[in-house]
């Protein structure tokens, strides 16, 4: 079992940043690859960015790509994720995902555990 808290969410203005962290417990975190997904009211949850276990290989959605940044801190046991130049369309509760494999994935079936979530606001 892995237990996964994220934190770091707020109101922030449009062009600001942010970063979310991912504190997870419970089981070695460099067994598992992370996820980032978000979901907006009325919308799926989508896929925002994954890293591997080593933190060697990174993905990110398109809508993200050159703005948002995930890394790993494996002896923290805590993934990051840094959002820059926000958009009001990043307004959404933000998840982070572990999935018990060397790559990442993208889509949510492939996570194995899930946090709450942290809101993300962003006003234009």
């Known amino acids: 079992q892995v237990q996964l808290v994220e934190s770091g969410g707020g109101l922030v203005q449009a062009g600001g940043s942010l970063r979310l962290s991912c504190a997870a417990s419970?089981?070695?975190?460099?067994?598992?690859?992370m996820g980032w997904f978000r979901q907006a009211p009325g919308k799926e949850r989508e896929f925002v960015a994954a890293?591997?276990?080593?933190?060697?290989?990174?993905n990110y959605a398109d809508s993200v790509k050159g703005r948002f940044t995930i890394s790993r801190d494996n002896a923290k046991d805590t993934v990051y994720l840094q959002m820059n130049s926000l958009k009001p369309e990043d307004t959404a509760v933000y998840y982070c995902?572990?999935?018990?494999?060397?790559?990442?994935?993208?889509?949510?079936?492939?996570?194995?555990?899930w946090g709450q979530g942290t809101q993300v606001t962003v006003s234009s």
């Open positions: 419970g089981r070695t975190f460099t067994s598992y690859a």
């Open positions: 890293i591997n276990r080593s933190g060697g290989s990174t």
């Open positions: 995902a572990a999935r018990f494999a060397a790559n990442w994935g993208v889509r949510g079936n492939e996570y194995n555990y």
